[in-house]
């Protein structure tokens, strides 16, 4: 089945630079790639997705680029802020389509002002 | 807004008590899914359903079981609870269409601690 490997587990960046998580994943059958946002004591959330006819995807100061060959795709956010804070998990589908996702182990990003 | 609830958001069993975790969805979503979440280890699937009375295994399906009776609810038990059944648990639903989007919506989540 599929296998999400994320790094790094955690990150710490100043406040308005750049941060930069990355995912691999096993199945190249895989073809939907969501990132998930957890802040402390929430439910995760759907921040961003990419299907795999698109190798990037941007949505304010986040974007998300995907490698199809060698099955690796990437959550950036530009220009960081306190309220970036929180826990980011990747996530592959694997069987059926996008019905059941597997998730990375996740990473803790912490905004230092 | 979608709705998922879950039935506490903290709870404390003993050793071999049997353990039901509710989730309930407002807004008409075929599948659900149950996770368990642990430091280190993100979200591991446990079971998911996609229409009443239908469920599949996902990852770690060893000491849990689940019922889907109505559309709208989604149980989770541990027949008999053990400490390293100790752990987040997140229910999430979504539509099942592809023509719908993908996204899962969670629920708060509920804090189980075997005693």
């Known amino acids: 089945g599929e296998n999400v490997e994320q790094h790094p587990s955690t990150l710490s960046v100043q406040e308005g630079d750049s941060a930069v998580i990355k995912c691999t994943y096993s199945?190249?059958?895989?073809?939907?790639f969501p990132w998930y946002k957890q802040e402390l004591g929430k439910r995760p959330q759907l921040i961003i997705d990419?299907?795999?006819?698109?190798g990037e995807k941007k949505d304010q100061r986040i974007a998300v680029t995907l490698n199809k060959t060698a099955k690796h795709f990437s959550l950036h956010i530009t220009e960081t802020q306190p309220e970036d804070s929180a826990v980011y998990f990747c996530?592959?589908?694997?069987?059926?389509?996008?019905?059941?996702?597997?998730f990375g182990q996740g990473t803790r990003l912490t905004i230092n002002p | 807004d979608v709705k998922v609830t879950q039935s506490s958001r903290y709870l404390v069993k003993r050793t071999g008590e049997k353990v039901f975790l509710e989730c309930v969805q407002d807004?008409?979503?075929?599948?659900m899914f149950w996770y368990r979440q642990d430091p280190g280890l993100g979200l591991r699937l446990i079971y998911f359903?996609?229409?009443?009375?239908?469920?599949e295994k996902g990852d770690i399906p060893e000491g849990y079981s689940v019922s889907r009776e109505k559309k709208e609810r989604f149980s989770l038990i541990l027949e008999s609870a053990s400490t390293n059944q100790t752990s987040m648990y997140l229910c999430?639903?979504?539509?099942?269409?592809?023509?719908?989007?993908?996204?899962?919506?969670f629920g708060p989540g509920t804090r189980l601690t075997v005693t």
């Open positions: 999430a639903s979504r539509y099942r269409g592809q023509a719908y989007s993908y996204e899962q919506y």
């Open positions: 199945d190249s059958a895989s073809n939907y």
């Open positions: 990419i299907r795999s006819n698109v």
């Open positions: 996530a592959a589908s694997g069987e059926q389509g996008a019905q059941k996702l597997v």
């Open positions: 807004m008409d979503h075929e599948n």
């Open positions: 359903s996609y229409d009443v009375k239908m469920k």
